[in-house]
């Protein structure tokens, strides 16, 4: 059963997107999508300065039964990725929404997570397979 | 440099063969097209996911891989390292679709045509991990517990935020491979790597030892009805 929570906006491929108190937005993939792709064995991580536009490619996984592409949710510039999970990418399996966080990004438009899917129109999507 | 014999093309190197591949899948992504197929085979080379690149042996081993006759490319699937060469015939297709099949019905959709190749030649086969075979893992098309073939696949997604999927994917076949010279290739790399895995040639097998010797096909003949099968199996998605 995956889980979802009311604190995170997320998008219909399957990334989350948390607002911090700094105006920073975390970005990671989440449970369900993590569940699908079963053992993750790699993850590249954008660069540090990078600017994402929303919908573009920004990272790879690759568990033992797929490589995914990862998509920004939001356009932005990225402040800084989680170094832990390129040591140890089983971290993106254990806790997706916590330890398991992709990069934190400065948002071009704050107002941009008004257009992502809250966690009931996001576990609509998943439930509808 | 490119030949074809009906449906199968050889490209000479095997960077180029792994870059018609990314051609095939950035044409789906950009919306050229819906679908792509192509049945191609290669020269002898050792092909490495992305994480490889990591570790810290690696330089070392492809240019002693490179010095042996193997020279070693990236692709862009998971996985683990696998052999290229003549004998083998790669199946790579990419299609657009509103959302994914499930990996594991990906899978069963890849496998299927390669599975029927084997029961055409009066083997039952099935889809499964085979201990001691090169890039392990479920789905594998597997006949009397043997490696016949080894598959990936990549999610990706058109271009814009809730553009439509778009799902590659790739079967690599033995059909008339020198498995014990691949075999050695991936276990001196993974050696010069550090990596202690070996692989084992005889739990491998190719599609023309799967025939009888008075109705062995040829490469080309096998790589057409693969192509034909798949082409019709695009259609229906």
């Not at chain 2, 050792?46 to 006759?69: C, I, Q, T």
């Not at chain 2, 019905?105 to 029961?119: F, G, H, K, N, T």
């Not at chain 2, 392990?136 to 997604?157: E, F, H, I, M, P």
Request: aromatic share 8%; glycine share 6%.
């Amino acid at each position: 059963m995956s889980e979802f929570r009311a604190d995170l906006k997320y998008s219909e491929s399957h990334e989350w997107v948390k607002l911090e108190a700094d105006g920073s937005v975390l970005v990671g993939i989440t449970d369900h999508a993590q569940d699908a792709l079963g053992d993750v064995v790699y993850i590249e991580l954008p660069d540090v300065g990078d600017d994402m536009e929303a919908g573009a490619e920004v990272a790879v996984i690759e568990s033992v039964k797929a490589a995914s592409d990862v998509y920004a949710p939001i356009s932005g510039e990225v402040l800084e990725t989680n170094q832990a999970l390129q040591e140890d990418p089983g971290i993106l399996n254990r806790s997706p929404y916590d330890m398991g966080w992709f990069m934190r990004i400065r948002p071009n438009d704050p107002s941009s997570l008004e257009d992502l899917l809250d966690e009931t129109a996001y576990r609509v999507l998943v439930e509808e397979g | 440099m490119k030949s074809s014999k009906g449906h199968l093309t050889h490209i000479a190197t095997p960077e180029n063969a792994l870059e018609d591949e990314r051609t095939l899948l950035a044409r789906v992504r950009s919306g050229e097209v819906d679908s792509a197929l192509s049945v191609w085979s290669t020269n002898n080379a050792l092909v490495v996911p992305r994480r490889v690149l990591r570790n810290p042996y690696f330089d070392h081993a492809r240019k002693r891989s490179e010095a042996r006759g193997w020279p070693v490319t990236v692709r862009d699937s998971g996985g683990d390292v696998t052999p290229q060469g003549l004998g083998i015939i790669n199946v790579t297709y990419a299609y657009c679709c509103r959302r994914y099949p499930s990996i594991e019905e990906s899978y069963r959709v890849l496998c299927r045509p390669i599975i029927d190749l084997a029961s055409s030649f009066g083997h039952v086969a099935d889809c499964k991990a085979v201990d001691g075979s090169f890039c392990d893992g479920q789905y594998n098309v597997v006949t009397d517990q043997k490696k016949l073939a080894g598959t990936a696949q990549r999610r990706s997604r058109r271009h814009g935020q809730g553009a439509p999927a778009v799902l590659f994917a790739h079967a690599l076949i033995l059909v008339n491979a020198n498995i014990v010279a691949s075999v050695n290739a991936i276990n001196h790399f993974n050696r010069d790597c550090g990596q202690p895995t070996t692989i084992d040639a005889g739990v491998h097998v190719n599609v023309f030892d799967l025939a009888a010797p008075a109705v062995t096909p040829l490469l080309e003949d096998v790589a057409d009805s693969l192509y034909s099968q798949y082409f019709e199996l695009l259609r229906s998605v």
